[in-house]
T-cell receptor, first 112, second 114 residues
């Protein structure tokens, strides 16, 4: 079945350093979504990418969707302690868009 | 105040007992979902429903049951057949769009079976 792989599983950075998490799908995706889960919280939708090669920015966060629509990345510039949490990518399961397949997430910790 | 309400937030049960987790949404979303989250496992889909009175099994449906009698409600029952039920359970909802469904999650329910 379709798989969505995320790396790294864990990332620890010093405050001010950059951070990147990568997402790879075994199949072509019609779109990819990113979610953030704060410690002890629930996942919250960040963004959706639809077009091949699409790049979107939200302040210090930059999201990219690969040309082949099989991979994506989230880059955070100059991390802050408020960026702590687990970042998940998710893509529609094959055959329909009503179900999402989630990656296992990248847990980011930031040392102040 | 719109959103998804899960209850209870924390629940302790003895092994062998059935447990029902409540999920209510007032977002007028057609689709609702139940996910299970274990450390290092990400989010795994238990059941989902796109319309009232219809639901489909997800990846780990064994030992769970659901109902969708109302659009707003999608309760999950964790039965005694579930071998390892201790986990964080997340209910979610979304509209059904051809361009992809953005999922909105509830705050989750922690279930501990002793």
């Amino acid at each position: 079945g379709q798989q969505v792989m995320q790396i790294p599983q864990y990332q620890h950075v010093q405050e001010g350093e950059d951070f990147t998490t990568y997402c790879n799908s075994s199949t072509t995706l019609s779109n990819i979504q990113w979610y953030k889960q704060r410690p002890g919280g629930h996942p919250v939708f960040l963004i959706q990418l639809v077009k091949s090669g699409e790049v979107k920015k939200q302040k210090r966060l930059t999201f990219q969707f690969g040309e082949a629509k099989k991979n994506s990345s989230l880059h955070i510039t100059a991390t802050q302690t408020t960026d702590v949490g687990t970042y998940f990518c998710a893509g529609p399961r094959g055959g329909g868009s009503e179900k999402l397949v989630f990656g296992k997430g990248t847990k980011l910790t930031v040392n102040p | 105040d719109g959103g998804i309400t899960q209850s209870p937030k924390y629940l302790f049960r003895k092994e062998g007992q059935n447990v029902t987790l409540s999920c209510e949404q007032n977002l007028n979303h057609d689709a609702m979902y139940w996910y299970r989250q274990d450390p290092g496992q990400g989010l795994r889909l238990i059941y989902y429903s796109q319309i009232v009175n219809d639901f489909q099994k997800g990846d780990i449906a064994e030992g769970y049951s659901v109902s969708r009698e109302k659009k707003e409600s999608f309760p999950l029952t964790v039965t005694s057949a579930q071998k390892n039920p201790t986990a964080f359970y997340l209910c979610a909802s979304s509209t059904v769009l051809s361009s992809g469904n953005t999922i909105y999650f509830g705050e989750g329910s922690w279930l501990t079976v002793v």
